[in-house]
Each structure stands twice: as structure tokens, then as C-alpha cells.
């Protein structure tokens, strides 16, 4: 397999693109084909097998023993024997991705990634340690910190925004244990956070001085090829589980409702469909920073809008890293283009996109969002109906798979990605269901374990009496001199 930059004809086999991350010339890696898997092959296998045949084509160059054993380990620690189960009831078929250690969905592609990264400077004969620079907005951050926490070999520096993340997801990150892992508050939200990290790889001078210290910058967010496509796999897991349990026969279409900020989780789905899985729709679901939304309206990507701090926080992106990729796939591979759109965004915070991409992007994709306060109605909702407890993210999800279904009529099967456990929000999910309380997301957890009849994880139990380990906070502009002060 070989991997090209969205922004050049540069190419990387599957180890040199997985420790850089990111291109030299700032794009991103996406495969320069898409193998086809056959679905009959794959209805009854484990999450593990399903795992292997659909990574590795993908990962040719590492021995299949090898990528085996990291499948293994990497879901091992996963609480449901089928990993990403899919719980139905009623018209709602929601694929569960939170089962990981740190309760959100980054936990299926970040538990992969150590194994992968140190495989490839196996095969790559790297010996300089592995810095692995990360921007999150809340989910990322601590999975990239539990998947890398003293892996030989690696050092781990995670940016967050410090007013942008819920108080869990927070303590989650400050109280990480490890000798290699560092956590970093910046006085600004995700998209600056985001943006810094970018700039950062971006410096070359800066990257081969690191490399003269033999430091080796690589990233964990999913702009890493090595985080994306791990994410193929629970497509096709919920698809198969939907054939064995005779919702759907074999060959039939399934639509994916995908609540999403980076672009990341839907196009992972995208990749999934040029795999041979018959998706009709990917139905993308926005918070109020609805500008995937908008473009999805009017085939214009503008980013000039009030930044808003919603209760599904991990959605609160104006800036789509992973659209690049989709541009790069629906332009056919026009890479100047790429570069214009690119420069666009960031001089003028706005690009277009032409009639026959924006054609080709509506066959596959719909867009829908949902308000601060229709996601609370929602939460609610589900909870007076059916008892089932949805976390923000994932009850605007639900509310856009409703609106899409009255504006469509399309009564195809229909997945809803729940990507993180109502725990990791429960102010903001106790509120929603029982009404506004005084008392914090950490005091209510009992509460709404209590109420709802929900099992509390015992790691979450231990991190809520754990003290904090990392309390660092750097300006906007500073993050480049805190990432040498840390390697330093």
C-alpha cells in the first residue's frame, strides 16, 4: 500500500506515514487505493478478525503474526466481548463505542495506534524517541494518553483548551499517570489548540532541531492515517451484527448518523463505503458549531463565526482537519486545489468547493444539527421513553437522525454512532433528565448511577479520587516553546 499526500504527488508506505502523521508539505495521508473486501467473508467473525482483514491491506508491510498480536492486545482491555456492540430498541439502533478504557470512541483506533507507530519504527529502523503531539478537544487527549502512557520508546504531549473540555474529560487528562506522558491547558479552544500543533509540524527548522536532539515528532490525532483507519473496522462490525440478528439480510443498503467535529469518525465510514460497504447515507451530525452543516447546504466552508462552547464539547470544531481528505477523494486527487482551498481557509476563513464536487459529496452525505437545547430535550426523551441514557454527543445524533427521517421519509436501517459514555458528561446529562443541581459532574456520577440504574466504571471511581498530576497552562502563541521546554 502506498499512501499519498492530499497537497502533492508525495508518497509514504504505510510505516513512514504513520510516524510522520503528517505529510512534509502539510497534507494529509489517504490510500492510493481502496481494497475490497468481501462481505459474505465477514458476517461471522469476531470484532479481532474482522479487525485483521479489513487493517490489513491497509498495513501490508508488518507480518501478519504482528498485526495480529497487536488486535489482540489492543482490545483486550475493551469491557464488551464484541467491543462496539449495537443496542436497539425501537427504531434507534445505537453502535456503542465507548466500551474502551477511557469511555469514548477514540479508545478503538488509539488503542491500535502505540502498537502501530512502534511497529513501524521497527520497520523503519528508527532508534530517535517518538514525541507523540496531539490537540484535543476532550476524547483524544486522554486516549492518546492511556494508549501511550510508558511505551518504550515514545513521549506523549497533549494541548487541550482549558475552558473547552466537560470537568470529567478534564480530570481524566490532569490525573494521567506515566513517566512519558504530558498534559497542557491553553488559554484559547480547540481550533487554536489544533492549529498550534499543525504549525508545529509544519516548522521545519524547528523539527530538525528536534531531530538533532533525536526526537521524532508523529501525531495521534486523526489526522494520522494510523487513527483512521482502525475506525473502519465498527462499520462493518455493526453491519455484520445487524445480519446476524436478521434486521437486515445480506447485501442490504445501511445508513451511518455520525455526530462529528473533525470529520474523522464519518469519513472512516466514507473509507468503509469504498470498501464495498453499501452505505446509502452518512448522515453528519453537527452541534451548534454547525459549519459542516452549512457547507453540507451550500457547498461553501466558512469558519467566520462566533466559536460557541456547547454541552458536546469534542464537536466544538469550526475547523474539519479530515475534510481535506474528502476533498482530496471527491476532486480526484486535485491537489492543487487542496493547496488553494487550504491557503483560503487560512488567509480568508472561507473556500468553495465546484458543481461536480459538491454533486458527488451529496450522494453520499447529509447534514443536520442540533441546538443546545433541542440535545437536552433529547437526552430526556430517550431516557422517558426507553430508559437508555444518551451522553450529549450522541443525543444530537439522534435528534438529526429524527429530523433527517421527517425531511426524507427514507426508512432505510439506520446506524446512530454513540461515542462516549454519559458519565463523561453527567452534569450535563443529570440536568437534562432530573433538572439543574448545584452539585458538580464529579458529586453527581453517583447520583446519576443511582437514578438511572447505570453501572459506574471503577477506573472512573479511582481517577474521581485521584490527585492531580499535570496543571501546566500555556498561551496560544507559546505552545511550540512549551513543547521544547518539555523535551528539554
Request: net charge negative.
Given at each position: 500500500m502506498k499512501y499519498i499526500s492530499t497537497r502533492s504527488n508525495q508518497t509514504a508506505l504505510p510505516s513512514e506515514a504513520v510516524l510522520k502523521g503528517i505529510a512534509s508539505d502539510g497534507g494529509l495521508f489517504v490510500p492510493e487505493i481502496f481494497p475490497s473486501v468481501p462481505?459474505?467473508?465477514?458476517?461471522?467473525?469476531?470484532y479481532q478478525d474482522l479487525c485483521f482483514e479489513i487493517m490489513s491491506p491497509y498495513f501490508d508491510e508488518f507480518p501478519e503474526e504482528e498485526l495480529v498480536s497487536y488486535i489482540q492486545q489492543a482490545y483486550a482491555k475493551f469491557l464488551s466481548p464484541r467491543v462496539t456492540p449495537t443496542v436497539s430498541f425501537d427504531s434507534y439502533h445505537l453502535l456503542e463505542l465507548f466500551h474502551g478504557p477511557t469511555l469514548?470512541?477514540?479508545?478503538?483506533?488509539?488503542?491500535?495506534?502505540?502498537?502501530?507507530m512502534t511497529g513501524s519504527a521497527s520497520i523503519q529502523g528508527v532508534k530517535d524517541e517518538i514525541v507523540v503531539l496531539t490537540a484535543t478537544s476532550g476524547d483524544t487527549g486522554k486516549a492518546a494518553l492511556e494508549g501511550f502512557s510508558d511505551v518504550k520508546g515514545t513521549r506523549v504531549v497533549v494541548f487541550y483548551p482549558k475552558d473547552g473540555v466537560s470537568t470529567?474529560?478534564?480530570?481524566?487528562?490532569?490525573?494521567?499517570?506515566?513517566?512519558?506522558?504530558?498534559?497542557?491547558?491553553?488559554?484559547?479552544?480547540?481550533?487554536?489548540?489544533?492549529?498550534?500543533?499543525?504549525?508545529?509540524?509544519?516548522d521545519k527548522e524547528f523539527n530538525e532541531t528536534l531531530k538533532k536532539k533525536n526526537h521524532l515528532l508523529s501525531s495521534a490525532n486523526s489526522i494520522n492515517i494510523g487513527r483512521l483507519v482502525p475506525q473502519?473496522?465498527?462499520?462493518?462490525?455493526?453491519?455484520?451484527?445487524?445480519?446476524?440478528?436478521?434486521?437486515?439480510?445480506?447485501?442490504?443498503?445501511?445508513?451511518?448518523?455520525?455526530?462529528?467535529g473533525n470529520f474523522g469518525n464519518i469519513l472512516a465510514g466514507y473509507y468503509a463505503k469504498q470498501m464495498g460497504l453499501p452505505i446509502k447515507k452518512l448522515i453528519c451530525a453537527s452541534n451548534e458549531n454547525n459549519v459542516l452543516y452549512d457547507f453540507f447546504a451550500t457547498g461553501k466552508y466558512n469558519k467566520n463565526r462566533p466559536f460557541i462552547l456547547t454541552?458536546?464539547?469534542?464537536?466544538?470544531?469550526?475547523?474539519?482537519?479530515?475534510?481535506?481528505?474528502?476533498?482530496?477523494?471527491?476532486?480526484?486527487?486535485?491537489?492543487?486545489?487542496?493547496?488553494?482551498?487550504?491557503?483560503?481557509?487560512?488567509?480568508?476563513?472561507?473556500?468553495?468547493v465546484t458543481p461536480s464536487m459538491k454533486k458527488a459529496i451529496d450522494e453520499?452525505?447529509?447534514?443536520?444539527?442540533?441546538?443546545?437545547?433541542?440535545?437536552?430535550?433529547?437526552?430526556?426523551?430517550?431516557?422517558?421513553?426507553?430508559?437508555?441514557?444518551?451522553?450529549?454527543?450522541?443525543?444530537?445524533?439522534?435528534?438529526?437522525?429524527?429530523?433527517?427521517?421527517?425531511?426524507?421519509?427514507?426508512?432505510t436501517h439506520s446506524v446512530i454512532l454513540s461515542t462516549a459514555s454519559p458519565f463523561k458528561f453527567t452534569k450535563s446529562v443529570y440536568e437534562a433528565i432530573f433538572g439543574s443541581s448545584s452539585e458538580d459532574d464529579i458529586a453527581l456520577i453517583s447520583k446519576l448511577a443511582k437514578k438511572t440504574d447505570l453501572i459506574i466504571p471503577a477506573d472512573l471511581l479511582q481517577m474521581c479520587e485521584s490527585d492531580d498530576r499535570h496543571t501546566s497552562v500555556c498561551g496560544k502563541e507559546d505552545m511550540k516553546n512549551c513543547v521544547n521546554e518539555i523535551l528539554s
Open positions: 462481505l459474505s467473508t465477514l458476517v461471522h467473525k469476531s469514548a470512541f477514540k479508545d478503538v483506533a488509539l488503542s491500535m495506534l502505540p502498537h502501530l470529567i474529560q478534564k480530570k481524566q487528562m490532569t490525573t494521567q499517570k506515566g513517566d512519558n506522558v504530558h498534559v497542557v491547558a491553553i488559554d484559547g479552544n480547540f481550533d487554536d489548540a489544533q492549529n498550534g500543533v499543525k504549525s508545529i509540524f509544519s473502519i473496522v465498527y462499520y462493518f462490525a455493526s453491519y455484520s451484527q445487524a445480519v446476524q440478528e436478521n434486521q437486515i439480510s445480506l447485501g442490504d443498503p445501511i445508513n451511518f448518523v455520525v455526530p462529528t454541552s458536546s464539547p469534542s464537536m466544538d470544531i469550526l475547523i474539519s482537519s479530515n475534510f481535506e481528505r474528502l476533498l482530496y477523494h471527491v476532486s480526484q486527487g486535485d491537489s492543487q486545489f487542496i493547496n488553494d482551498a487550504m491557503k483560503d481557509l487560512s488567509t480568508k476563513g472561507t473556500y468553495e453520499d452525505f447529509f447534514g443536520g444539527y442540533c441546538t443546545e437545547e433541542e440535545t437536552g430535550a433529547t437526552i430526556q426523551k430517550i431516557y422517558g421513553q426507553f430508559g437508555y441514557v444518551l451522553d450529549p454527543h450522541t443525543a444530537v445524533a439522534v435528534k438529526v437522525y429524527d429530523d433527517y427521517v421527517k425531511e426524507t421519509g427514507d426508512d
